[in-house]
């Protein structure tokens, strides 16, 4: 599609019921992001995914979706510290975790160990830009490349990913011009994420598209409001469970076994109260 200058939508997903939907639907790419830290555990950063959970969730996510492309994004220290732990880890979400891709935040400094991921068979993204598990850095999320020499450094680092041997790159939160100046460089298809038009594919957190989450990224558009239908539904079920109005479907005994289940336990009532009468002196 990239080759073809078709745009091609990636979302997140954590579920495999969702990514059931998510298929149908035609979405061509699947990221069980580490954002599922913040959207399914409940933490407030990227940082506390723990990666056997990122790697079940991933698996569960290609169950659900299993013609789609589903890309691993390995978390916070499962492949900074140590190279070799880096490429088993990253190895895990291939075999465990059924990915095609996996996707790690990176800049320059990473691609020796691209280089030996893809060397090891590993497909890699590099995700540039606004790194989310390195926010303790800049005291929180921040766009980048807003400055002459920030933009460099970002295309530098997409170069360098891409010249390590990954397969696709991903650029967060920058502006247009330095996505562009990406898109016109690589000779792999690159993923946007509030990072203008240039991008061959673009993706979002699938809560924030469609409006489930309390706050909303300025590139994040919802294109529905679940959040408010999902309060009714639930607010109705309130209700109807007050009501005594749950359902109106009744399972039913079989011909004539109402009318035994009556006498037994009418027998037991009458056994135990002799059982009762024999124990008294």
């Not at 790194?131 to 360098?160: C, F, H, M, N, W």
């Not at 590139?219 to 469970?241: C, D, M």
Request: hydrophobic share 45%; charged share 25%; glycine share 10%.
């Amino acid at each position: 599609m990239a080759e073809a200058g078709e745009p091609f939508a990636c979302l997140t997903c954590y579920d495999a019921t969702t990514a059931r939907w998510l298929e149908r639907a035609g979405v061509h790419v699947l990221l069980v992001g580490d954002t599922a830290a913040e959207i399914i555990l409940g933490y407030d950063s990227t940082v506390h995914m723990p990666l056997e959970v990122a790697i079940a969730l991933t698996a569960g996510v290609k169950r659900g979706a299993p013609n789609t492309v589903v890309m691993g994004d390995m978390p916070f220290l499962s492949y900074q510290a140590d190279d070799a732990e880096a490429i088993r880890n990253a190895g895990r979400f291939l075999r465990e975790g059924m990915a095609d891709l996996v996707k790690i935040e990176a800049d320059e400094s990473f691609a020796g160990l691209v280089a030996k991921m893809t060397r090891a068979g590993i497909p890699i993204v590099g995700h540039v830009g606004c790194k989310p598990q390195t926010a303790a850095l800049t005291g929180g999320y921040a766009s980048r490349g807003r400055t002459a020499e920030d933009a460099e450094r970002v295309v530098r680092d997409a170069i360098a990913l891409e010249e390590a041997g990954a397969v696709m790159l991903l650029v967060e939160a920058v502006p247009s011009e330095v996505a562009e100046q990406i898109v016109g460089r690589s000779k792999v298809p690159v993923i946007g994420i509030g990072a203008g038009e240039a991008c061959h594919g673009q993706i979002l957190v699938l809560q924030d598209l469609l409006g489930l989450t309390h706050w909303q990224p300025g590139f994040a558009t919802p294109v529905t409001r679940l959040g408010p239908e999902i309060q009714r539904a639930a607010e109705q079920w309130v209700k109807n469970v007050a009501d005594r109005n749950v359902t109106e479907h009744r399972y039913q005994m079989k011909m004539g076994e109402s009318a035994r289940f009556g006498k037994s336990l009418q027998q037991g009532v009458e056994s135990d109260r002799e059982s009762g009468a024999k124990e008294i002196p």
